[in-house]
């Protein structure tokens, strides 16, 4: 079975504070995502990446990067923390292969940030 | 561009009832179609998928979702629901690229 695992289940910090969320994933998976999940409007993606070093903005990247250094490995990082970004965030992994697309996400438990 | 519509926000059912819950799509390409069921506290776990071929998908836990392309629905179906099937589902679509997410149903199933 594919094992995602993010480093916390819940954080609180500070605004201002540099923020890093960590991702790991064994399964030898080429692709790698962060989302963040709020109440109504379901999961955004904040950026995804299909190979080491490489990055790619979704849908709401502004405030946050990512570091991809091994293949296992993908970190989200919050500049400089505000309180709108209080929210679940969750890491997905999946092959790549076949059509573009078709190769299911798998997904961590998330992480809970509160930002105070 | 595309965009997922689940038409309803949450669904309560008595145990051992039938459940629908509704996906719509729209999308200048073909895409893939996919369902994810989120228990408390958890990530999300894929429950069936529509790549090609028979329009009627089965997926775990009893679950089943049938493709129509003419009306662009997805919908997912169990014929009885019991008390472990509450959790929040997702209706999500992939024109060969990246997943686009619904903003999720959450099924009550009332004892």
């Known amino acids: 079975d594919v094992k995602v695992t993010q480093s916390s289940r819940y954080l609180v910090k500070r605004t201002g504070e540099k923020v890093f969320l960590e991702c790991v994933q064994d399964m030898d998976h080429e692709n790698m995502f962060w989302y963040r999940q709020d109440p109504g409007l379901g999961l955004r993606l904040i950026y995804f990446?299909?190979?080491?070093?490489?990055?790619e903005k979704g849908d709401i990247p502004e405030g946050y990067s990512v570091s991809r250094e091994k293949k296992e490995r993908f970190s989200l990082i919050l500049e400089s923390a505000s309180t709108n970004q209080t929210s679940m965030y969750l890491c997905?992994?999946?092959?790549?292969?076949?059509?573009?697309?078709?190769?299911?996400?798998?997904f961590g438990d998330g992480t809970r940030l509160s930002i105070l | 561009a595309q965009s997922v519509t689940q038409l309803d926000s949450q669904v309560p059912v008595f145990e051992e009832a039938p459940v629908e819950l509704r996906c719509n799509y729209s999308?200048?390409?073909?895409?893939?179609l996919f369902w994810y069921v989120q228990y408390p506290n958890q990530g999300l776990q894929l429950l069936l998928k529509y790549l090609s071929g028979s329009t009627l998908v089965k997926g775990i836990n009893g679950f089943e979702a049938e493709f129509n392309k003419s009306q662009t629905s997805f919908h997912l179906r169990k014929p009885s629901v019991h008390i472990s099937d509450t959790a929040e589902y997702f209706c999500?679509?992939?024109?060969?690229?990246?997943?686009?997410f619904g903003t999720g149903t959450r099924l009550t199933v009332i004892p």
């Open positions: 990446s299909y190979d080491v070093k490489m990055k």
């Open positions: 997905a992994s999946s092959l790549a292969g076949g059509g573009a697309g078709s190769q299911p996400q798998h």
């Open positions: 999308s200048s390409v073909s895409v893939y």
């Open positions: 999500a679509v992939n024109p060969r690229g990246n997943l686009f």
